[in-house]
Nanobody
Framework: QVQLVESGGGLVQPGGSLRLSCAASGSIQSIGSMGWYRQAPGKEREWVAGIFSIGTTYYANSVKGRFTISRDNAKNMLYLQMNGLKYEDTAVYYC?????????WGQGTQVTVSS
């Protein structure tokens, strides 16, 4: 079973940027489409962005134009470039298969947007 490990979170001011990384212990090509998800305090986990194996991307309306998802199949890595961060982007961010596969949930990485 492939394991996914997220990193790159932190504390950032509104308007700032962060780049999240997701390292897979095996081939992400074998996983297929992948996505980023997030869970804010007191809220359910929600989908943020998705990318097909061929590179086609999709975004939730709340992040469209600010976030960019990408993948490096050779390195078995998934990325999320987040620009123009807002208070409401504060959450724990997770990577997973898209649509999600429960066994692949990792620990996530905390993103806190605060002044």
């Amino acid at each position: 079973q492939v394991q996914l490990v997220e990193s790159g979170g932190g504390l950032v001011q509104p308007g700032g940027s962060l780049r999240l990384s997701c390292a897979a212990s095996g081939s992400i090509q074998s996983i297929g489409s992948m996505g980023w998800y997030r869970q804010a305090p007191g809220k359910e986990r929600e989908w943020v962005a998705g990318i097909f194996s061929i590179g086609t991307t999709y975004y939730a309306n709340s992040v469209k134009g600010r976030f960019t998802i990408s993948r490096d199949n050779a390195k078995n890595m998934l990325y999320l470039q987040m620009n123009g961060l807002k208070y409401e982007d504060t959450a724990v961010y997770y990577c997973n298969k898209w649509p999600q596969s429960p066994p692949l949930w990792g620990q996530g990485t905390q993103v806190t947007v605060s002044s």
